[in-house]
């Protein structure tokens, strides 16, 4: 069902700008699309660590970058976000120990 309708979306220096759904695509196929493109979004380029804002389908949440050779590893507190749609899901989620 998630391949039956394209989602069609700009994507620039690391970050989703718009998104075309097609009409009638299903609201739950869209939210795992965008939560797929939130995760592809990147915001930090350079060597260093550093936090910075991200706007995405979760909100405005402040996000961690922090290079590790060649991985960069992105973290983000859901606890921290605002602008965020609260509603019941049946996603479950984790908070993971720290990476160091």
């Given amino acids: 069902i998630l391949e039956q309708h394209p989602l069609h979306f700009s994507f620039h220096d690391g970050k989703v700008l718009k998104l075309c759904p097609v009409r009638g695509e299903q ?3 869209l939210n795992i699309k ?3 493109l939130s995760v592809l979004q990147t915001s930090q380029a350079s060597t260093a660590s550093a936090v910075v804002e991200e706007v995405d389908v979760l909100g405005i949440c ?11 590893v992105k973290t983000r507190d ?3 976000c605002s602008h ?6 049946s996603v479950q989620s984790v908070v993971l120990p720290h990476i160091s």
């Fill in 27 to 29: 609201t739950w196929a």
């Fill in 34 to 36: 965008r939560g797929i």
């Fill in 62 to 72: 402040p996000t961690g970058y922090q290079r590790k050779g060649p991985i960069l």
């Fill in 78 to 80: 859901l606890n921290l």
């Fill in 84 to 89: 965020r749609y609260s509603g019941f899901t």
